[in-house]
């Protein structure tokens, strides 16, 4: 298969492969860390189902006690990704002057197209692989949140 | 036909333009003159949209927009291009983007320049880059070019060179409007000047009246200017004239 050209989508001069590897890369890393949030609801559920085994009552934290900074990483990301937009927009302007030459061609999206895409899609990505993860945990959470308030331990 | 009506512009309270009207035809090497600060570089801005502006600016009867505005080059001594890239990078950028492009005339003015194709422009001395800044607008197969200080920090051989090649390689139907300091060097060059002072513009005469009327364009210049010859040697007297009284 052909690969894409991402070359259109950065400054002039910018390397496609890098901005792509930075936004991939903030993802991944913001997926790891948010692996703290399934982490700490099973470590919950285990130590209530523990408490269960000796008698004593249990019930889980709160969710949002839970997840607590485990997103952080996505909107630090999302954040990070609006910075790169500003760097792409800045570098047309260092020792340069190349802002006059993207606004004389007649294609009116080509500046912003160069300097927002990969950004935005990061910006995009980060909001919704944070609702998207959050969702999917709290929907862990409640299983076995219900698992233990009915019983079945 | 390039026509501007009434253009003004300010920064803050300081009015860079004020109702500049003026009308450029096809062929016209117009050289545009004024002291530091006077509108030179905020007209050309405004004729390329830029820069906002009030009044109106056609060509061809027709407003500067995107769908016309491949008819413009642009050369400046901030320089446009991307440093990061190599020359024939913005070869291949400009050939894809402006149907017009020159390629011949591109690879004949970078031969002629010896300039370097495969290097940054970034690592080229400023004469290079004001070269290549030149190179682009010529090759960019633009009906008007034009160009604010080209030549600022290259040599009077490098310019001279130029000016001839410039000459030689224009088509009837291009029209340049060269901003410049460098009066007497474009005399031969220019067919006609305009003078901007204070965001006005205060003359406009071809160059073949003045040659008729036995007129150097600089003395044009000093004469519309108001300059006054015995400023250097009043100022001299006064300055000398101080220490004396001590």
Same mark, same amino acid.
């Given at each position: 298969?052909k690969?894409p #050209?991402?070359s259109r989508?950065?400054?002039l001069?910018?390397q496609?492969?890098?901005?792509v590897a930075?936004v991939?890369g903030?993802m991944?890393?913001?997926?790891?860390?948010?692996?703290?949030?399934?982490?700490a609801?099973?470590?919950e559920?285990?130590l209530?189902?523990?408490?269960?085994?000796?008698?004593?009552g249990?019930v889980?934290?709160?969710?949002?006690s839970?997840s607590s900074?485990?997103?952080?990483?996505?909107?630090?990301?999302?954040?990070?990704?609006a910075?790169?937009?500003v760097w792409n927009y800045?570098?047309?302007?260092m020792?340069?002057?190349?802002?006059?030459?993207?606004?004389?061609?007649?294609?009116?999206?080509?500046?912003?197209?160069?300097?927002?895409?990969?950004?935005?899609v990061g910006?995009?990505?980060s909001?919704?692989?944070?609702?998207?993860? #959050?969702?999917?945990?709290?929907?862990i959470?409640?299983?076995?949140?219900?698992?233990l308030?009915?019983?079945l331990i | 036909m390039?026509?501007?009506?009434?253009?003004?512009?300010?920064?803050?309270?300081?009015r860079a333009?004020d109702?500049?009207?003026?009308?450029?035809g096809p062929?016209e090497?117009?050289?545009?003159?004024?002291?530091?600060? *006077?509108?030179?570089?905020?007209l050309?801005?405004?004729?390329?949209g830029?820069?906002?502006?009030s009044?109106?600016?056609?060509l061809?009867?027709?407003?500067?927009?995107?769908?016309n505005?491949?008819?413009?080059?642009f050369?400046?001594?901030?320089?446009?291009?991307?440093?990061?890239?190599? *020359?024939e990078?913005?070869? #291949?950028?400009y050939?894809?983007?402006?149907?017009?492009?020159r390629?011949?005339?591109?690879?004949?003015?970078?031969?002629f320049?010896?300039l370097?194709?495969?290097?940054?422009?970034?690592?080229?001395?400023?004469?290079?880059?004001?070269?290549?800044?030149v190179i682009l607008a010529?090759?960019?197969g633009a009906?008007?070019?034009?160009? #604010?200080?080209?030549f *600022?920090g290259?040599?009077?051989?490098?310019?001279?060179?130029?000016?001839?090649?410039?000459?030689?390689?224009l088509?009837?139907?291009?029209?340049?409007?060269?901003?410049?300091?460098?009066?007497?060097?474009?005399?031969n060059?220019?067919?006609?000047a305009?003078?901007?002072?204070?965001?006005?513009?205060?003359?406009?005469r071809?160059?073949?009246?003045?040659?008729d009327?036995?007129?150097t364009?600089?003395?044009f210049v000093?004469?519309?200017?108001?300059?006054?010859?015995?400023r250097?040697?009043?100022?001299?007297?006064k300055?000398?004239?101080?220490?004396?009284?001590?």
């Amino acid at each position: 298969m052909k690969k894409p #050209d991402l070359s259109r989508l950065v400054p002039l001069g910018a390397q496609a492969e890098k901005q792509v590897a930075a936004v991939s890369g903030s993802m991944i890393l913001a997926f790891i860390w948010s692996l703290r949030i399934p982490v700490a609801v099973a470590r919950e559920y285990y130590l209530c189902t523990e408490r269960i085994k000796i008698g004593a009552g249990a019930v889980m934290e709160e969710y949002s006690s839970l997840s607590s900074d485990g997103l952080y990483g996505f909107y630090i990301a999302a954040g990070l990704m609006a910075l790169l937009a500003v760097w792409n927009y800045a570098t047309h302007f260092m020792g340069t002057r190349a802002d006059y030459f993207m606004r004389r061609l007649s294609s009116k999206w080509e500046l912003h197209r160069r300097c927002f895409t990969l950004p935005g899609v990061g910006i995009a990505l980060s909001l919704i692989l944070s609702v998207l993860l #959050d969702l999917a945990y709290k929907a862990i959470y409640t299983s076995l949140f219900d698992k233990l308030a009915s019983g079945l331990i | 036909m390039l026509e501007l009506h009434d253009i003004s512009k300010h920064y803050g309270f300081t009015r860079a333009l004020d109702k500049v009207s003026l009308t450029v035809g096809p062929g016209e090497l117009v050289g545009l003159f004024g002291e530091n600060g *006077a509108g030179k570089t905020t007209l050309m801005k405004s004729i390329l949209g830029l820069t906002a502006h009030s009044g109106e600016v056609t060509l061809d009867g027709e407003s500067v927009t995107r769908k016309n505005i491949e008819r413009f080059s642009f050369a400046t001594s901030q320089h446009s291009f991307f440093p990061t890239l190599t *020359a024939e990078d913005h070869r #291949d950028f400009y050939a894809n983007h402006f149907k017009g492009f020159r390629d011949k005339r591109y690879r004949a003015l970078m031969d002629f320049f010896e300039l370097p194709r495969i290097r940054a422009l970034g690592r080229l001395s400023t004469g290079q880059q004001n070269q290549f800044e030149v190179i682009l607008a010529l090759s960019q197969g633009a009906d008007y070019i034009l160009m #604010d200080e080209p030549f *600022a920090g290259n040599d009077i051989f490098n310019r001279e060179d130029f000016y001839k090649v410039l000459l030689g390689i224009l088509e009837p139907h291009e029209t340049v409007i060269l901003s410049t300091h460098l009066i007497e060097e474009v005399e031969n060059f220019v067919t006609r000047a305009v003078l901007i002072k204070k965001g006005k513009l205060v003359g406009d005469r071809q160059t073949s009246d003045l040659e008729d009327s036995g007129t150097t364009l600089m003395s044009f210049v000093k004469e519309t200017y108001g300059y006054e010859p015995d400023r250097v040697s009043r100022a001299l007297d006064k300055l000398t004239g101080e220490e004396g009284e001590k």
